[in-house]
């Protein structure tokens, strides 16, 4: 495919899905049921397809929260969409619990310090604050033990402003296994600390535990909302996660890519045989070979490690990679490709003609997971909404 020269895309792009997006949330509100709430997970520019982008998408749809991880990420969000329902997941600074209350962000909150000092926040900022407990139930992150429980609600009561809106936990082992007995335990672990807390203040509105995987999984663990991340995006949490669906529900095109990233051959050389490509002489030509430099590199978060790997789409082909990732460049083999020519589309993850590059093949590739290739994204990238 030739990339046209005025096209008011950049070279290097990232295509969000509009349709695979809008297919994947309402599959999961339809596994889940209409009575359970969705937070839609936005964090790391959307898992690098674009905090905005995503947003836009799902703007209309019956969202209760927009979750990220920090403040930051929330002023951003308020900048392009104000009022938003954002419910913050990770730590608040003490010095921004004001600016956050002030807001109207929901607080994910497992310090006691954070407890005491949302008392003078709430009466500078003259609103309520609206806190979502996190409970720790065995991933030793964010959350409270059992333990501390009398001493939060203790802290929670002495401040009337101070809603206890959610209690939440995480899940440690439900993705990288298909034996979910820790998953289990950790589960009747917050039920129990849930009952605690609920003799003693009442029902609490939003009880939330369930990743995707979860989500997935385990309707046991929807309760009243569920965070619903990585496969939001169309992307499995992990190959036992699929392995454990597909055994279940015999489902095998549940969900639906939303990302595809683009660039275009920004140069064509000719490299005799015997010679060397790239930095630290790590590939060297067998035959005379035709060499495509593609623009981009290990910045815009195409990793290091899929040197002399990974394989990218050209007129429907498969291009090896040859020499190392560069900081800004790399160059792929495109002899066998001989009708290939200056600014051919590259399809790094996506499809062109019969191929497709998943992020899971990239991941393989470099040795991580498809959370890691996709939220290391350069969020400089354009972002391109499309069908």
């Not at 160059?331 to 009708?339: A, K």
């Not at 990239?362 to 997971?369: R, S, V």
Request: aromatic share 8%; with cysteine.
């Amino acid at each position: 495919m030739k990339t046209e020269p005025h096209s008011s895309r950049a070279a290097s792009h990232i295509e969000i899905s509009k349709s695979a997006i809008l297919h994947n949330v309402r599959t999961i509100q339809r596994i889940i049921g209409e009575r359970v709430g969705i937070a839609a997970v936005v964090k790391a520019c959307a898992y690098g397809h674009g905090a905005n982008e995503v947003v836009q998408v799902l703007i209309n749809e019956q969202i209760r929260f927009f979750a990220v991880h920090s403040i930051e990420e929330a002023d951003r969000l308020d900048q392009s969409f104000p009022g938003l329902p954002i419910l913050i997941l990770g730590y608040v600074p003490l010095s921004h619990l004001e600016h956050a209350v002030s807001r109207s962000w929901r607080l994910t909150v497992s310090s006691i310090e954070t407890v005491n000092s949302l008392h003078e926040a709430v009466g500078r900022a003259g609103k309520e604050a609206y806190m979502h407990l996190k409970l720790e139930t065995g991933t030793n992150r964010q959350g409270i033990r059992e333990s501390q429980i009398p001493a939060f609600l203790d802290a929670i009561a002495r401040e009337p402003r101070i809603v206890l809106e959610g209690a939440s936990m995480h899940f440690a082992n439900i993705e990288d296994t298909t034996d979910h007995s820790f998953a289990k335990m950790q589960l009747e672990r917050y039920k129990k600390m849930l009952a605690q807390i609920e003799a003693q203040v009442g029902r609490i509105p939003i009880r939330h535990t369930a990743s995707s995987a979860a989500s997935l999984l385990f309707e046991s663990t929807h309760f009243d909302m569920i965070r619903f991340g990585i496969s939001l995006y169309g992307l499995w949490p992990s190959k036992q996660t699929y392995l454990s669906y597909l055994i279940a529900r015999k489902e095998n095109s549940l969900l639906k890519p939303v990302l595809s990233w683009k660039t275009i051959i920004s140069e064509i050389k000719d490299v005799p045989s015997g010679d060397y490509i790239g930095y630290g002489c790590t590939y060297r030509t067998t035959y005379d070979s035709r060499i495509a430099v593609i623009p981009i590199g290990y910045f815009d978060g195409y990793d290091r490690k899929l040197s002399n790997l990974a394989h990218v789409l050209i007129r429907g082909k498969r291009a090896p990679v040859r020499g190392r990732i560069c900081m800004d460049i790399f160059m792929v083999d495109i002899t066998h490709i001989p009708e290939a020519s200056l600014q051919d589309e590259v399809v790094l993850i996506g499809s062109q003609g019969d191929e497709r590059i998943t992020v899971e093949q990239l991941a393989d590739w470099a040795g991580t997971i498809n959370y890691e290739i996709v939220s290391r994204i350069n969020p400089l990238l354009q972002r391109v909404i499309v069908d």
